[in-house]
């Protein structure tokens, strides 16, 4: 992978999209390391929201009371990749929102508009922040086809479903086919939610089934120097 500490730091928005175990959020990461910007896990805040309202007991079935809670709760999310830490309130939910209780019930919250709505509007005010000092990537489901569609680049990663499974169960250690069971029910429930997973108009879709993570970054660091417009400065 390209390493250059000397690096100009990269003025844009990288719109990461994909399925979970397609690689996104290690490749976000890396990404943004390697730029020195800034880094936005959206997944991470659906999680958080998921956790507030189960925290506070609100059926899933209620909509309404679902999304006033999003609303209500406190959520903060950092946006440096070599430091992420997400808050609900004063209590730090890094490993919370990574148990399955909340992995169970996330399309469920995520699925409620309201809840959408403003989870996105947050996150439009975190990108024009780092805008302000500097770029972002940002990692999601529907971040170059909603969140950012004016991103200076659009990605799609995909994977092979059995390669998905494997790398989510060797993140969360937990069978891998349990794990492939979970991962096209989730697949399953995104495609009938307001913003179905799919890749962006003008976004670049790449499998990383045979890719190392490093060469992918190395992909898009390509990508980036041969797509940055006028005025953008790319690596």
């Given at each position: 992978?390209q390493?250059?500490s000397?690096?100009?730091?990269?003025?844009?928005?990288?719109?990461?999209?994909?399925p979970s175990?397609?690689?996104?959020?290690?490749?976000?990461k890396?990404l943004?390391?390697?730029?020195?910007?800034?880094?936005?896990?959206?997944?991470?805040?659906?999680?958080?929201?998921?956790?507030?309202v189960?925290a506070a007991g609100?059926?899933?079935?209620?909509a309404d009371?679902?999304?006033a809670?999003?609303?209500?709760a406190?959520?903060?999310?950092t946006?440096?990749p070599?430091a992420?830490?997400?808050r609900?309130?004063?209590?730090?939910?890094?490993?919370a929102?990574?148990?399955p209780?909340?992995?169970g019930?996330?399309?469920a919250v995520?699925?409620?508009?309201?809840?959408?709505?403003?989870?996105?509007?947050?996150?439009?005010?975190?990108?024009d922040?780092?805008?302000?000092?500097?770029g972002?990537?940002v990692?999601?489901?529907?971040?170059?086809?909603?969140?950012?569609?004016d991103?200076?680049?659009?990605?799609?990663l995909?994977?092979d479903?059995a390669?998905?499974?494997r790398?989510?169960?060797a993140?969360?250690?937990?069978?891998v086919?349990?794990?492939?069971?979970?991962?096209?029910?989730r697949?399953?429930?995104?495609?009938?939610v307001?913003?179905?997973?799919?890749?962006?108009d003008?976004?670049?879709?790449?499998?990383?089934t045979?890719e190392?993570?490093?060469?992918?970054?190395?992909?898009?660091?390509?990508l980036?120097?041969?797509?940055?417009?006028a005025?953008?400065?790319?690596?």
């Open positions: 992978m390493t250059d000397n690096r100009t730091p990269f003025h844009g928005v990288v719109a990461i999209d994909g175990g397609s690689g996104k959020s290690t490749v976000a890396r943004a390391v390697a730029l020195r910007a800034g880094y936005l896990d959206t997944g991470a805040m659906y999680r958080a929201a998921t956790w507030a189960l609100v059926p899933l079935s209620d009371e679902v999304a809670c999003v609303r209500s406190a959520l903060s999310i946006t440096d070599t992420v830490s997400v609900v309130g004063d209590v730090p939910v890094d490993a929102i990574r148990g209780e909340v992995t019930a996330v399309s995520s699925g409620v508009p309201a809840v959408r709505a403003h989870l996105i509007a947050e996150q439009r005010r975190l990108i922040a780092a805008r302000d000092v500097g972002i990537v990692e999601g489901r529907d971040i170059g086809a909603v969140v950012a569609p991103a200076e680049l659009k990605v799609f995909t994977a479903p390669e998905r499974a790398r989510r169960s993140e969360t250690a937990a069978d086919a349990a794990t492939a069971a979970d991962l096209q029910r697949d399953t429930a995104d495609s009938k307001t913003t179905p997973l799919a890749a962006a003008g976004a670049i879709a790449l499998d990383t045979y190392s993570i490093d060469q992918v970054v190395d992909r898009l660091l390509g980036l120097s041969a797509h940055a417009p005025g953008v400065e790319a690596p």
